[in-house]
Each structure stands twice: as structure tokens, then as C-alpha cells.
């Protein structure tokens, strides 16, 4: 591959590249049509299992409040099941919570389409850019079928990509009701959130979510959450089922 | 009388139906929390119908289940001639892929059609598996549990991955069980011992040369249970072909002494389907990760 060859050649005459221009050459591949490169292996600069609104409060509804203090009790008394349905199982937690790992995840910037490939339980978002769409399949042509994505949403749905000078702006709708927005925050399918995501240095990752559900909350609100740029090394194979504990609980939540 | 290859045929698409349907259902909404277990998702669990479904005849050949031409009945149509192309490189595997020809149930022959060398020992599993299908309590196994299944079954099931192809690494995504792949490049970074093994290539011309070995458990390599020990190695020698149309040609041999008397190949090809890039979403521990959440039809196979 050339740019492989051309990296490998560039760093043995360098005697060693720095991290960040080592991933810089390596992912041109990609970057042809993107104005920035994402590309890299991040992890959260500080763990956080719960959003922090800007402005210091989330705007509940009153139906959004009382569900919220439902959760609360649950992980009190260690009821699992009752609020966290999708992770106590091990299923995916979905997003933005997936945003919130603590393990690491890797960008990968493909001609028309972004990835975010988690290490927790192995799970995949993709990100379409402009007119890139899942196949239209039915029945008689193959499992999987988006018509059933729309029906019933998805814990990671499709989320839209666009390029704002700098930033990757992400649009994503289409959720199931089952998940939660972080470890507690309940939401409905109606969810919608806008990510914008963008370098704010060589190696730290910016992710400016608004986060809007009428039913749950009055006002769209935001937040902001930092990742560090993590050495390009593979991801040692993680299996939730293998890491509950006696109560059903996973020992890593996502 | 149905012929032959009508019932091979509704066969294979009543399996592909299953795996469909089961995905289907990990989609549904779900019970409200609270509700009890994957009962009120109102089906059975995905990949739990894997071995307690259809499947080839026991000990017959291998399964060819097409109508005439080779190709699953669900493959979608040939790719349009504007569709993306590959990178002309052809050590570069990166895009997306996918098994478009017949599921093949059980594997009975070689590369060369030989019969498969079984130890005694492997052949005792192999003739378990089968017969356990015969009397309708067939084997929990890691599909069923929405556990990685190993290279052989996670890369024969119709339905895409991806192959994000880096300086260090090539790290295989696929659609279904979102199962994962990373292939170091570097015998340092090698990982340690995992359900999909350890995987470290080189190049040998233009074929790139996948040693997997280190897996923490025993493989199914179909679905009817051809077995694999934990203390197999795995060798799959990839290479980029194109004829009609793209595709990956990938010939694994499986070296296993616990169960096989040599090491024996068999081949597989992955069309190049750009427009299979974005993956449909394959959630089965919604059901399988419920108390009780493995089909309860399954039974545990007994350990030698």
C-alpha cells in the first residue's frame, strides 16, 4: 500500500514520528473529500457516566423528571433490569451514551462515510456522508431490512454527516425507547441530536452534542464531552456477556 | 415430490428467513422496563435458531443452497456498473465485502474433495452435533448465544463487513453479532487469547497470510457443527482477484491434531459491495443476554 510504504519510509528516516503526524500520513486515504482528519484512536479525557448539561441542569418535562427519578431509585436499590433494560442485558447502549465509554473507540473517515468502531462489545456507528444509503432490501432479497429500522428505530441508527469548515456535524433520529441517554437520563423515540465534532488540538477530540426529546424535555440542551488521542494499538476482544457479575449487571458499563 | 434443489433451496431460505426474522425481532421495541425476560419481545431468540434450524441433511454433502447459479438466495444484484471501484492496489483490502454464494451447512469435503481427516476424536463431536439435529435437541453454541463464533461460521453467514485496512493492522467489522477481526501485522502487538483467537499476517507476494491461533474455545466452522479444538490453528491466505466483478478469495486450512489427522483447506469468496456499507443493526443480546434468554429448544453439549 503506498501510503503505508510512503509512512514506514518517512519514519525510519525521521527516526520515529510523532503520534499525531504518524495517523496524519497513514489515514490520507480517506481524507480526499473530508476538509479535516479524525482519524485516530481517542478515549474520553476524564470518565463521566453522565452528561453535564450546560447551564448546570437538564430542562425535564414533567413526564421526563419523574421517569429520571424512577431511574434513580432503580440503581439505588440496584434494580438493574427495571431501568437499564438494553445494558443490563449486555445489548448496546446505544448513542450518545456509547460517547460516554470508557474504553476507547477509533475513527475510521471512508470515502462518503464515517465509522466509529467502540471497544466495548465490539459495537459499530457509522456516519453516512451526503447521499450514501443503507440497501433497500425486502424479503425476498436478503436479511436485514430498513424498512424495519424505521418501524421500530435503533439503539445506533444511521446518523447524517456533513463538513462545517472544520467540524463534522452529526445528525442522528431513528432511535429506539429502550436505551438511555447516559446512565440514568431516560429518552422516548422522538430523540433527535446534533453532534459536532471537531479537532480542538492535534489530540484532543471535541464532541458538542444537543440533545432535543419534547416529550422528556422543554428545550433542546447540550453538552460537551473531551477525548484523548490514544496510541494506534488493537483492542483486546471484549465480550460484555463474559463481564457480568452475579446480578446481571455488566462489570464495564458501555 | 419436490426436486432436489427446490428443497435444498427452501431450505437455505427458510434459514436466512430465521437469522432475518431474528434480527428483525432483536429490532422491536421491547417491553417496558420492568417486563420480564425476551418472552415478551414475542420470539425467540436470534442466533439461538441457528442450530436447532433447517439445516443440510446430516452427513450429506455440502449444501449448496441456490437456485442453479451458485449465489444465496437472498444475494442482492449485481453491483451497477458506476458503483465504486477498489483501489487498483492489490495489498489493499480496505471496503466493504461480503459471501454472497450458497450457505454451505456442513462442510464434508476438502479443497480437493477428499473426505474430512476426523480423528477419533473429532468425529465423535461431528457425529454428536448431527445427531442432535436428528432428534430435535440440538446444541447451544456461540451463536446462540451472541457469542463470537470463530472466523469459519462468523464469515459465512450472507451478510456483510467491512475491512478497515490500516499501516499496523486490518480490522474486519461485520454486520452480524457485530463481531470484530483485528489482524496485526506486527507479532508484538499480537492480542492475547480470545473467542476469534489471535490473529498476525504477512505478505507473501500479494496474498496476505492470516495465522490465527490462541482461541479460548472451540470453534463451529458451519452450522451443522464441524468442530475446530481451541488448539487449532487457523490460516487464511487472502488476495484480491478480479474477474467479472471484485472479489476477495480466501483459502483457510485448518491445522487441529485434537480432531483432524492433517491439515485440510476449504475456499470462500467475498463479492466487493460497496453498496452494503452501511450495516443493518444485529442486537442479539437484547434477547440472548436475558435471564433465560437462550433458546430453551438448545441444550448444552456434553464436554469430552
Given at each position: 500500500m503506498k501510503i503505508g510504504r510512503r509512512a514506514r519510509s518517512l519514519s525510519s528516516i525521521g527516526g520515529g514520528l510523532c503520534l499525531t503526524m504518524a495517523a496524519a500520513l497513514l489515514s490520507a486515504r480517506a481524507l480526499a473529500a473530508d476538509p479535516v482528519n479524525l482519524e485516530g484512536t481517542w478515549k474520553l479525557s476524564a470518565p463521566q457516566p453522565a452528561f453535564k448539561p450546560e447551564g448546570g441542569s437538564i430542562p425535564f418535562t414533567a413526564f421526563g423528571r419523574k421517569r429520571y427519578a424512577q431511574n434513580k431509585r432503580n440503581l439505588a436499590s440496584g434494580a438493574y433490569e427495571e431501568y437499564d433494560y438494553a445494558t443490563a442485558r449486555c445489548a448496546s447502549p446505544g448513542v450518545p451514551r456509547l460517547m460516554l465509554t470508557p474504553l476507547r473507540f477509533r475513527i475510521w473517515q471512508r470515502p462518503g462515510w464515517i465509522a466509529f468502531q467502540f471497544e466495548w462489545n465490539r459495537l459499530l456507528r457509522q456516519v453516512a456522508l451526503g447521499s450514501l444509503t443503507q440497501p433497500q432490501v425486502n424479503l425476498t432479497s436478503g436479511p436485514g431490512n430498513s424498512e424495519d429500522d424505521a418501524l421500530v428505530g435503533r439503539a445506533i441508527p444511521i446518523s447524517k454527516g456533513s463538513w462545517e469548515r472544520d467540524t463534522l456535524v452529526v445528525d442522528t433520529e431513528g432511535f429506539r425507547d429502550n436505551t438511555l441517554l447516559d446512565n440514568l437520563v431516560p429518552h422516548g423515540y422522538d430523540l433527535k441530536t446534533t453532534e459536532r465534532i471537531r479537532l480542538k488540538d492535534a489530540n484532543t477530540l471535541e464532541d458538542h452534542i444537543s440533545i432535543e426529546d419534547p416529550k422528556y424535555f422543554t428545550r433542546p440542551w447540550q453538552t460537551v464531552v473531551n477525548y484523548q488521542r490514544q496510541p494506534d494499538d488493537p483492542f483486546p476482544e471484549n465480550v460484555c456477556l463474559d463481564t457480568r457479575t452475579a446480578d446481571g449487571a455488566a462489570a464495564v458499563k458501555p | 415430490m419436490e426436486s432436489g434443489t427446490n428443497s435444498i433451496w427452501r431450505r437455505t431460505a427458510a434459514l436466512a428467513l430465521l437469522i432475518y426474522t431474528s434480527a428483525a425481532i432483536a429490532q422491536l421495541p421491547g417491553p417496558?422496563?420492568?417486563?420480564?425476560?425476551?418472552a415478551a419481545d414475542g420470539g425467540p431468540p436470534p442466533g439461538g435458531l441457528l442450530p436447532g434450524g433447517p439445516n443440510g441433511p446430516p452427513g450429506a454433502a455440502g449444501s449448496p443452497g441456490d437456485g442453479g447459479d451458485g449465489r444465496n438466495p437472498f444475494a442482492p444484484p449485481p453491483l451497477s456498473p458506476d458503483a465504486p471501484q477498489p483501489s487498483a492496489d492489490p495489498r489493499d483490502f480496505d471496503g466493504t465485502w461480503y459471501h454472497d454464494a450458497a450457505l454451505q451447512f456442513q462442510i464434508t469435503t476438502d479443497l480437493f474433495g477428499s473426505k474430512l481427516p476426523f480423528t477419533d476424536a473429532g468425529r465423535k463431536v461431528e457425529q454428536r452435533r448431527v445427531k442432535s439435529l436428528k432428534t430435535g435437541t440440538p446444541f447451544i453454541n456461540a451463536s446462540a448465544r451472541c457469542f463470537?463464533?470463530?472466523q469459519p461460521w462468523q464469515m459465512d453467514l450472507n451478510m456483510p463487513f467491512q475491512i478497515f485496512q490500516s499501516k499496523n493492522r486490518l480490522d474486519l467489522a461485520f454486520e452480524e453479532y457485530h463481531g470484530l477481526v483485528q489482524i496485526v501485522l506486527d507479532p508484538a502487538k499480537a492480542l492475547p487469547a480470545a473467542y476469534m483467537g489471535s490473529s498476525v499476517a504477512h505478505w507473501d507476494g500479494n496474498t496476505l497470510v492470516v495465522e490465527t491461533t490462541s482461541f479460548k474455545d472451540g470453534l463451529w466452522l458451519d452450522v451443522d457443527g464441524t468442530p475446530a479444538s481451541k488448539n487449532a490453528k487457523l490460516t487464511m491466505r487472502i488476495r484480491k482477484v478480479k474477474s467479472d466483478h471484485w472479489f476477495l478469495e480466501v483459502e483457510f486450512t485448518l491445522d487441529d491434531p485434537t480432531y483432524y489427522t492433517r491439515a485440510w483447506s476449504w475456499m470462500r469468496d467475498y463479492s466487493w459491495r460497496p453498496d452494503m456499507t452501511l450495516f443493518h443493526e444485529y442486537n442479539c443480546e437484547l434477547q440472548t443476554g436475558a435471564k433465560d434468554g437462550v433458546d430453551p429448544s438448545l441444550v448444552p453439549e456434553p464436554q469430552d
Open positions: - | 417496558p422496563p420492568g417486563a420480564q425476560g425476551p463470537p463464533p470463530g
